[in-house]
């Protein structure tokens, strides 16, 4: 099982084979299709923070890992309806047009002070493994206020057994690791829960986010 863990700056920084004796169960997706995406408009004054700890990892985008006290929380407040809230596993999307580079959102959100969002969820799935009995073959990394952990490659081992008798929805790059056997919220103690299960070759359950 391979892990590496990059530092990024707060704000952006924020297996079933063919033999029968590998037998990895389920899969289950949360819905059929992605969330579409919505939109929050927030204004603040400019340099006021949003107080929202959020990754960046993937390039991309930006997942929510913590909202804390500040204007997502008081724009939360004021909207009735809860699925419209930006949540903690939420991504962003696109900040006043700009979307496709994590570093260009992260510039919007800090020097502007009118803010109109596009929000999405992940589409959400588990998998277990009755019986961990060998390295996993994930690559991953998290960001030091992060909340799950990245999928940077997908070696041979048991996952990478798994995604090939479960096409089209095996694991794979830019998914993110977001529970291991129930536990979830701190990047270190999901990789310590996958070592361990593969050491004392364990039952693993993974839920996995997709953006």
């Not at 002070?113 to 588990?126: D, M, N, Q, V, Y």
């Not at 994930?138 to 952990?149: F, R, Y």
């Not at 798994?162 to 694991?171: A, F, K, P, Q, V």
Request: proline residues 5%.
């Amino acid at each position: 099982m391979l892990y590496t863990s990059r530092d990024d700056e707060k704000a952006s920084s924020a297996a079933a084979s063919t033999s029968p004796s590998r037998s990895l169960a389920t899969t289950a997706w949360s819905g059929a299709v992605p969330n579409p995406e919505f939109t929050c408009c927030i204004d603040r004054a400019v340099g006021t923070s949003l107080g929202l700890n959020l990754d960046a990892l993937d390039g991309t985008l930006l997942i929510i890992s913590a909202v804390k006290a500040g204007p997502v929380r008081n724009y939360n407040e004021t909207v009735e309806d809860e699925e419209y809230h930006m949540l903690p596993g939420d991504s962003i999307v696109s900040v006043n047009g700009e979307r496709g580079n994590s570093q260009a959102l992260l510039e919007r959100l800090k020097l502007d002070a009118a803010l109109e969002l596009s929000i999405k969820r992940p589409k959400t799935f588990g998998i277990v493994i009755p019986r961990a009995y060998g390295p996993l073959g994930l690559q991953v990394e998290h960001a030091p206020h992060g909340s799950s952990l990245l999928v940077n490659m997908v070696n041979p081992g048991l996952i990478k057994d798994w995604n090939l008798s479960h096409r089209g929805t095996g694991i794979k790059k830019r998914d993110r690791v977001v529970a291991v056997n129930g536990s979830r919220g701190n990047p270190a103690e999901l990789m310590a829960k996958m070592k361990q299960a593969v050491v004392a070759s364990d039952r693993l359950e993974l839920e996995i986010s997709r953006y």
